[in-house]
């Protein structure tokens, strides 16, 4: 009988009640999206760095993994003298220009980058043959609506794409290393250094030699690298991600709020009687509380499904500026904070009902 009457209360205001559920699964879609555009780009980043086939990293001195590269400080005599190295195999070196946020063209040996990874899984067309051909990844060419012997303009240069390929090895847009570095004005330098070992098992130990023949350098092993590719190393994208959060929290309470104290309101007559029958404060309160719960729950299924939307939209308006992933552990987490703001909605209703005289409410018109 209870829950007739509430589910009866729900569908008594149909737009009151749609506009709440709508309101909780915006503030649910906004956390899951931010979480799953933060894991999925660092994700992507990670594999990336993974495709390239190498075990060992070296970065220009004073970078830190997370910060943003652009420019080619390291001599390219390093990329021989790793080579000299004992268990190094192979190394080569590439150079990274910034372009609009988050996009960079990357400037490759593809000689050594193809024995090193393996080569890019080309859809069409192939490696740049000359100094103005420019490969992209096929999710670049999708944003950008690109298809091979187009011309496309970056860093004041115009470039013929001479191939697009399967995505997943170290960046999106590639050009040649020597014509990148004339652009660039730095002929001779590189920006990161990759090496490949005979046995990957000795890579701590490599790098721990390295590290003590090159002091200032940071040199990392390939697994060290992409490990750092979290949110708990992005101080500033953990901070966000708390802002928004609490934002989100907000809402839902005024949301909550506004509909169940309106609710009490309408529904001054009803409560009176519901007391003069014998209801205690208890029960009242018990009504007002599953409703803001049913409430929360639906608007948290709806919020986790409306987040495939913002999901699908990603992949066909831009896949290759955000990648989101289906964070399934935060989709607890996002309900359990929607149910929370909506719990605390409902508070400053929920006692104005409990305190409402019998006599004046049955008086109510």
Not at 108 to 121: I, P, R
Not at 183 to 193: A, D, F, K, Q, R
Not at 212 to 238: C, D, F, Q, R, W
Not at 327 to 349: C, D, E, H, Q, R
Request: hydrophobic share 50%; glycine share 10%; aromatic share 8%.
């Amino acid at each position: 009988m209870l829950n007739k009457l509430i589910f009866a209360n729900l569908t008594h205001r149909p737009v009151r009640t749609l506009l709440s559920v709508l309101a909780i699964a915006v503030e649910v879609t906004m956390i899951l999206t931010l979480v799953g555009v933060s894991h999925g780009t660092l994700d992507s980043t990670a594999a990336r760095a993974r495709g390239v086939g190498a075990d060992i990293v070296m970065r220009p001195p004073n970078s830190t993994v997370m910060s943003s590269l652009s420019s080619a400080p390291i001599s390219d005599k390093y990329v021989g003298w790793m080579m000299q190295q004992p268990h190094v195999v192979l190394a080569t070196g590439t150079a990274i220009q910034s372009l609009t946020f988050p996009d960079s063209i990357t400037g490759l040996d593809f000689a050594a980058f193809n024995k090193m990874s393996g080569g890019f899984t080309y859809l069409a067309g192939g490696d740049p043959a000359g100094d103005d051909d420019i490969t992209v990844d096929r999710y670049y060419a999708q944003q950008k609506h690109l298809h091979v012997g187009d011309t496309l303009r970056l860093v004041n240069h115009d470039w013929k794409v001479a191939g697009i390929f399967e995505g997943g090895k170290l960046a999106r847009i590639c050009v040649k290393l020597s014509t990148l570095q004339a652009l660039m004005g730095s002929p001779g330098h590189v920006t990161v250094i990759y090496g490949k070992l005979d046995d990957p098992r000795l890579a701590d130990q490599v790098v721990n030699d390295l590290k003590a023949k090159l002091p200032g350098y940071p040199i990392l092993t390939m697994e060290e690298l992409t490990s750092m590719y979290s949110i708990s190393n992005v101080g500033m994208l953990k901070d966000f991600i708390g802002v928004v959060i609490a934002i989100a929290v907000i809402v839902g309470f005024i949301v909550v709020f506004m509909a169940m104290y309106t609710a009490v309101l309408e529904r001054t007559r009803e409560i009176g009687i519901i007391k003069a029958v014998g209801g205690g404060s208890g029960l009242v309160l018990g009504l007002l509380l599953r409703e803001t719960l049913l409430l929360a729950v639906f608007g948290t299924l709806l919020g986790i499904a409306m987040t495939y939307g913002t999901q699908w939209l990603m992949q066909h308006a831009v896949p290759a500026s955000l990648v989101q992933e289906t964070v399934y552990w935060w989709w607890l987490y996002a309900g359990a904070i929607a149910i929370v703001g909506s719990m605390l909605g409902v508070i400053v209703p929920g006692v104005k009902a409990v305190k409402q005289d019998v006599t004046e409410a049955l008086s109510y018109e």
